[in-house]
């Protein structure tokens, strides 16, 4: 069967946009595929679209982050750059929606937290102006609803609450956040807040034990109530309970060649899609079930093209479809292999 590489970027920048099929989200993959890859793997997991988004050249800086909006059907980009807009709202068709740039200093990771009542945005800033080191809340039309951390100041304190670098967040459906603070800065910290921003559990070690870090780069939920944390600089992911912050266990057998960046389970909870960074790689992770951490399983890989650099990634609540940010593409066109 073929196999192809694949890069669709503009100057600095690069969205992926790879379909699930079908065996692991149980529905048809989306319309407008182009083509389909093969990853040594005896069936396809994924298919590449090259054909989202519609715009590419609205993309202007270095894509860090992304973030879909499943109810509405909208995915939030964030990239870096001078004089650009940080935020890029498109469809999840592709078709470009808006940008915004109010209060947005350099954006690390995005996550879209929407309701039946209320579009939301969170975005971690890790800029050293005015508006970085902290966690913000927005509409989906960018307009700023709250503030964690101390705008522009780093900081390890507790009360108020500060940050150095938060790397990203995960919000639950109840309104209770997550947060891994520490992209290389002082704090290497997980905390979680309820719905009023209230601390209801932390660690906050550096160090390679249970429960310490070292840049802690991502963090989801299951819907087993555990918490998974790429711990990047360790090469492992380690695992808690969301309701006491006890840690249950860590996978370290998976990445002895490089850390995780990014951490997201598909719809149905039975993988977690893995980014490796330096290793332009993306890896299927069967999960674990309820009541047993055990060791990591690799179900696929794909290896992305050299230098594409996923830094982080999302999955799409509804369609399984997985959306990944890439910092480092630098190629203006597409090349495929007939092999």
């Known amino acids: 069967m073929a196999r192809f590489w694949v890069c669709v970027a503009g100057a600095g920048f690069l969205l992926a946009f790879l379909v699930l099929h079908s065996r692991f989200c149980g529905s048809p993959v989306l319309r407008n595929i182009a083509f389909a890859v093969s990853w040594r793997t005896e069936k396809i997991l994924y298919r590449l679209d090259v054909d989202w988004p519609k715009?590419?050249?609205?993309?202007?800086?270095?894509?860090?982050?992304?973030a879909v909006d499943s109810l509405n059907g909208l995915v939030y980009i964030g990239q870096r750059g001078?004089?650009?807009p940080k935020i890029l709202v498109f469809t999840?068709?592709?078709?470009?929606?808006?940008?915004?740039?109010?209060t947005v200093d350099t954006p690390h990771g995005i996550f879209a937290a929407s309701t039946l009542y209320e579009q939301s945005i969170w975005i971690t800033d890790v800029g050293s102006g005015f508006f970085g080191h902290t966690v913000k809340k927005y509409s989906s039309f960018g307009d700023l609803v709250q503030v964690l951390g101390t705008p522009g100041k780093k900081g390890t304190g507790l009360n108020p609450l500060q940050f150095d670098n938060p790397a990203e967040l995960y919000v639950e459906d109840t309104g209770d956040i997550y947060i891994v603070d520490g992209d290389g800065?002082?704090?290497?910290?997980?905390?979680?807040?309820?719905?009023?921003?209230?601390?209801?559990?932390?660690?906050?070690?550096?160090?390679?034990?249970?429960?310490?870090?070292?840049i802690p780069h991502s963090v989801t939920v299951d819907s087993a109530g555990r918490v998974w944390v790429a711990d990047r600089g360790n090469k492992r992911i380690q695992v808690f309970d969301k309701d006491t912050g006890e840690w249950l266990g860590a996978w370290n057998n998976c990445f002895t060649e490089e850390g995780p960046s990014s951490v997201r389970f598909t719809p149905d909870g039975k993988y977690l899609i893995v980014a490796q960074l330096n290793l332009s790689r993306l890896s299927v992770v069967a999960a674990p079930p309820v009541g047993s951490i055990g060791e990591c399983s690799v179900i696929s890989t794909i290896q992305l093209a050299d230098?594409?650099?996923p830094h982080l990634l999302e999955v799409d609540k509804k369609t399984g479809a997985v959306y990944?940010?890439?910092?480092?593409?630098?190629?203006?066109?597409?090349?495929?292999?007939?092999i």
């Open 55 to 66: 715009h590419p050249e609205y993309f202007s800086g270095t894509t860090f982050c992304v």
């Open 82 to 84: 001078d004089n650009i």
């Open 92 to 102: 999840e068709d592709g078709y470009f929606l808006r940008a915004w740039n109010y």
């Open 185 to 214: 800065g002082l704090n290497n910290r997980l905390i979680k807040l309820s719905q009023d921003f209230m601390i209801l559990w932390l660690h906050g070690e550096n160090g390679t034990g249970p429960a310490k870090f070292n």
């Open 307 to 309: 230098q594409v650099l």
């Open 324 to 338: 990944v940010a890439e910092i480092g593409a630098k190629q203006n066109h597409s090349r495929w292999q007939d």
